[in-house]
């Protein structure tokens, strides 16, 4: 507390106070432009994802059957991600009606959520006036602003990816069975909204080995771990895949989808491509981080300690840059990749 | 997205090890020089951010469908229950039209035979031809463009709506039969 009270004004006095003045900034900012329709950029992510939600009400919930509508005449089934987003649209839809704001407060809600997990997150590396910077770039970030406010499931799956890093860093630390818990339940659910949140067991599986090397594989609680934060979306995939095969006019299929774009786009040659380079570095300086956030990103690379544990966020980055060159890469046009 | 929180946390580092040169910085602050170029240097940085923050915001927030609620509308008036539109529109923006006028839907290209497409759709129960402008392009003067298609909707079918910037054709009693 000492470098906070050396560093700001008399009145503000504790950490809480600086969190709550960022994180009513950064809900203020969200609002702006919440009645917006669903023409926005992203507007048919955003149609779809508004429509499996109007389905899911008109249709009692069925969350095994979700529907899309532009298949022509047919009933329009399509299993794709786990519909958690628009589950709950649609089951607020039940109390307010069918209206598509309530679908960009949720992410909104999401989000506030996900504010409090970054700065726990970033408090677990960095001290106050540290982890107060980290959750300014992570709220004002333009493209968080942007897919914070959007009817699309990135917000909740930044929401479970911050919390299935965060429980599980504490759990290292602490050891309850509580948090190990919540802490599988995050990361299950951020796999499932979005499977390539699996990146997040890079940070995960790295301070795990860290801790315990090799004797992490011969734990009691490494292996229910694994299980239990793979095995849904391992079953839903499966089920995914299995049901959309009997549906003709069906094209989606988790793996198959991924593994067409890489068949018919290729991965390598992107790597020599100047456009991937302008657009990832575009899109990185300018729209993810802003410039002082990229400068500063960069110069936390160098000025980070050497110690174990900030060799977690090494080890994360270093991941996110093979997801960039090996998936990423031929969906380039999806900034939100 | 993904790079978001470790990124975040990486800045933290860099504002920590700023701030632990505090000393450097109180010094420097002592020269005149030095607050005219810091003050000029944040100002311009505060500028660039503000005017950057409204360039990407009035792109990501601008409508790329302007006209999709408007013929959604009409779409809903004339045909009150179930809809089922044939969309002549790029790839998946049929989505759009589709959630809008709360009916399926289905993409539409033109080409050869797009006349026998439109009957066979029809006969699988399409009840609207639409096509409108959207940012990505328009395919209004393009369906006008081509004659026999043209001349056969107008013809055939009633135009519930003919604008410059969208197209909408009643598909569900033709024009001149007893259907």
Same mark, same amino acid.
């Given at each position: 507390m000492n470098d906070l009270r050396k560093t700001f004004p008399v009145w503000i006095k504790n950490e809480w106070a600086i969190l709550a003045i960022i994180m009513l900034l950064g809900l203020v900012i969200r609002l702006y432009g919440i009645n917006l329709p669903l023409v926005d950029s992203h507007q048919i992510r955003q149609a779809q994802t508004a429509m499996m939600a109007r389905n899911l009400y008109e249709d009692n919930m069925d969350i095994f059957h979700t529907r899309l509508?532009?298949?022509?005449?047919? &009933?329009g089934y399509i299993i794709m991600e786990f519909p958690l987003m628009h589950g709950i649209t649609a089951l607020l839809y039940y109390l307010f009606g069918v209206h598509e704001v309530i679908g960009r407060l949720v992410s909104v809600i999401f989000s506030i959520g996900a504010m409090f997990l970054m700065y726990g997150l970033a408090r677990q590396f960095l001290t106050v006036i540290g982890a107060l910077s980290a959750l300014i770039l992570y709220v004002f970030s333009p493209m968080n602003i942007f897919f914070s406010r959007a009817f699309m499931p990135e917000s909740s799956m930044m929401f479970f990816m911050l919390g299935a890093v965060y429980f599980f860093l504490k759990w290292l630390k602490r050891q309850g069975l509580i948090l190990y818990l919540t802490a599988i339940i995050f990361a299950a659910f951020a796999c499932l909204i979005k &499977?390539?949140?699996?990146?997040i067991f890079a940070p995960i599986f790295a301070a795990w080995f860290l801790k315990y090397k090799w004797k992490m594989f011969k734990s009691f609680y490494f292996w229910p771990y694994l299980l239990l934060t793979t095995m849904p979306i391992i079953l839903w995939a499966a089920y995914a895949h299995y049901f959309n095969a009997k549906i003709p006019y069906c094209t989606f299929s988790f793996a198959d989808s991924w593994l067409e774009v890489i068949r018919t786009r290729g991965i390598i040659g992107h790597w020599f491509s100047l456009r991937f380079y302008a657009f990832l570095g575009g899109s990185i300086v300018f729209?993810?981080?802003t410039p002082l956030g990229f400068i500063g990103t960069v110069a936390g690379i160098i000025c980070a300690k050497e110690n174990s544990q900030n060799k977690v966020l090494y080890v994360w980055l270093g991941a996110i840059i093979i997801y960039f060159y090996a998936l990423a890469s031929c969906l380039c046009d999806f900034i939100r990749f | 997205m993904h790079l978001l929180p470790v990124s975040a946390i990486l800045f933290g580092f860099s504002v920590e090890w700023l701030l632990s040169k505090g000393g450097i910085i109180k010094e420097m602050l002592r020269k005149k020089l030095f607050i005219f170029l810091f003050t000029s240097f944040v100002i311009l940085v505060l500028i660039g951010y503000a005017a950057g923050y409204l360039k990407y915001f009035k792109y990501m927030y #601008? #409508?790329?469908?302007?006209?999709v609620l408007e013929v959604s509308d009409i779409i809903k008036k004339y045909s009150p229950d179930s809809r089922f539109i044939i969309d002549n529109e #790029?790839?998946?923006?049929?989505s759009v039209i589709s959630y809008y006028s709360h009916g399926k839907a289905q993409p539409f290209s033109m080409t050869g035979k797009s006349i026998e497409e439109l009957e066979d759709l029809r006969a699988r129960g399409a009840t609207t031809f639409v096509t409108m402008e959207t940012t990505y392009g328009s395919r209004v003067q393009a369906t006008k463009a081509d004659k026999d298609f043209w001349n056969y909707l107008n013809a055939k079918y009633r135009a519930a709506a003919i604008t410059d910037h969208y197209l909408i054709f009643d598909l569900r009693a033709p024009l001149n039969t007893k259907e």
């Open positions: 509508d532009f298949f022509g005449n047919q &009933p &499977p390539n949140a699996g990146l729209l993810l981080l | #601008s #409508s790329r469908m302007p006209y #790029s790839g998946l923006l049929t």
